[in-house]
C-alpha cells in the first residue's frame, strides 16, 4: 500500500513538471476547454472529455497531462475554482489570468489568457534573435583575436626576432603578447558582462535604470515587459476587473524591475489618479512614453476598456516589428565588428611580413 502510494505520488510530481515545461500542451487544452464551454459543456465534463481523448479512452491512463486534468477535476470537485485548480501545475501568472474566471467568465478569461500567451511568444523569437546572434558573433571575435596572438603571430615574430615593429604590425604584436599573458580575462570578460547584463534585466529597478532603457538590451527588455504586462492589463481591465486591483494582481509572479514600477504607479493611482497619469508621474517612461501620453487621454474615455485593448494589441504589432528592426542593426553592428577584426589583423600580418622582408633584406 506505502508503495503504491509513493509511487502515485512520484507519478504526480513527475507530471506537474511535465505539465509545468508543456507550455504548448496547457494552451491546446485551454483551447479545448474553450470549444466545449462554448458548446454548453460543464467545466468538469468538458475535462472528463479532455481526459478521455489524452488517454485514448483510459487505455493510457498515466499520461502526464491525463493525471494533470485528472488532478484539476478532483480540485473542482473538492470547491476550489479553477485558477486553485491549477496550483503547481500552471504558472502563476496564467492563474492569475484565469482567476478573473472564476467570479465572472472562465470562457473569457481563457480567451484572455491565450491573447496574452501567443503575444509573449509573438515577442520572444526576435527577442531571442535580437541578443543571441551579436553575443554569438562577440565570442568569435574574441576566438578570433586569441588564435591570431596566440597561434599567428608568435612563430613570425620568431622569424625576425630583433625587429623593431612599427604601425599596424605593432598592434598586432602588442595584442598578442598582452593575450599569451592575460587569455583568461580575454575569455572571461564576455561571459562575465553577459551574466552583468542578464541580471541587471529583471532586478535594476531605479531611476538610473530609466536613463539606460534607451540603449539595447535593456531597451529590448523595456518593451517585452511593457507590452507583456499592458496585454495582461489590458485582459483584466477587459473582465471588469478595476484598474488598482487589476495593479495589485500583476505584482504577483512580476520581477523587481516590474514591481518597482507597478508599485511606483500604484501610489498615484491610490491617490486618485488615472493609470496614466499615474504612469506619467513615476517618471520611469515606463512601459513606454507614448503609450503613458496614449493613457493619459483614453484613461478619462468611457470606452477605456476597449481602448486599452485595442492599443495593447496595436502596441504588439509594432513592437514586434521595432524589435526585429533592432536585431537587424545589432546583428549588422555585430558582423561588421568581426569583419573589422578580421580585416585589421589580415592588415597587421601583411605589415609584418613588409618588416621582416625588409629586415631580412
Known amino acids: 500500500m506505502a508503495d503504491r502510494f509513493s509511487l502515485a505520488e512520484l507519478n504526480r510530481y513527475y507530471a506537474m513538471i511535465i505539465c509545468r515545461m508543456s507550455h504548448g500542451t496547457r494552451i491546446k487544452i485551454y483551447r479545448k476547454l474553450i470549444s466545449l464551454l462554448r458548446n454548453r459543456f460543464s467545466l468538469m465534463d468538458a475535462l472528463d472529455r ?32 479553477f485558477s486553485v485548480a491549477l496550483e503547481g501545475w500552471a504558472p502563476a501568472s496564467e492563474r492569475l489570468m484565469l482567476s478573473v474566471g472564476d467570479v465572472s467568465h472562465l470562457e473569457g ?70 593575450i599569451q599573458k592575460n587569455w583568461a580575462i580575454a575569455f572571461a570578460s564576455l561571459p562575465t558582462l553577459f551574466v552583468i547584463i542578464y541580471l541587471t534585466m529583471g532586478r535594476w529597478k531605479g531611476k538610473t535604470r ?48 516590474l514591481l518597482y514600477r507597478i508599485d511606483s504607479a500604484l501610489v498615484y493611482v491610490n491617490n486618485g489618479d488615472n493609470l496614466g497619469e499615474a504612469l506619467m508621474k513615476t517618471g520611469l517612461g515606463f512601459p513606454d512614453k507614448e503609450i503613458v501620453g496614449d ?5 478619462e474615455m468611457d470606452n477605456f ?3 486599452l485593448d485595442q492599443m495593447a494589441n496595436e502596441w504588439l504589432e509594432d513592437s514586434v516589428s521595432s524589435i526585429e528592426k533592432k536585431a537587424s542593426v545589432l546583428n549588422m553592428i555585430a558582423t561588421l565588428f568581426v569583419s573589422g577584426t578580421i580585416a585589421w589583423a589580415v592588415m597587421g600580418t601583411f605589415a609584418m611580413q613588409d618588416q621582416i622582408t625588409k629586415a631580412m633584406g
Do not use: C
Open 109 to 178: 478569461a481563457l480567451e484572455n489568457l491565450i491573447k496574452v500567451t501567443e503575444g509573449t511568444k509573438k515577442m520572444k523569437e526576435p527577442l531571442i534573435s535580437a541578443i543571441s546572434y551579436p553575443m554569438f558573433l562577440s565570442m568569435m571575435v574574441v576566438l578570433i583575436i586569441y588564435a591570431i596572438g596566440a597561434y599567428m603571430v608568435p612563430p613570425m615574430m620568431n622569424a625576425a626576432p630583433n625587429t623593431r615593429w612599427t604601425g599596424s604590425a605593432k598592434d598586432l604584436v602588442s595584442l598578442s603578447v598582452w
Open 295 to 299: 493613457l493619459r487621454i483614453y484613461s
Open 50 to 81: 479532455i481526459r478521455g481523448i489524452i488517454t485514448n479512452e483510459g487505455r493510457n491512463p498515466d499520461e502526464p497531462m491525463a493525471l494533470a486534468v485528472l488532478y484539476w477535476t478532483r480540485s473542482l470537485q473538492n470547491g476550489n475554482p
Open 210 to 257: 530609466a536613463f539606460f532603457e534607451n540603449i539595447p538590451p535593456w531597451s529590448l527588455y523595456r518593451i517585452f515587459v511593457g507590452v507583456t504586462w499592458l496585454l495582461a492589463m489590458a485582459a483584466l481591465v477587459r473582465a471588469g476587473t478595476p484598474v488598482s486591483q487589476a495593479l495589485r494582481s500583476l505584482r504577483h509572479d512580476a520581477s523587481p524591475y
Open 305 to 307: 476598456q476597449e481602448a
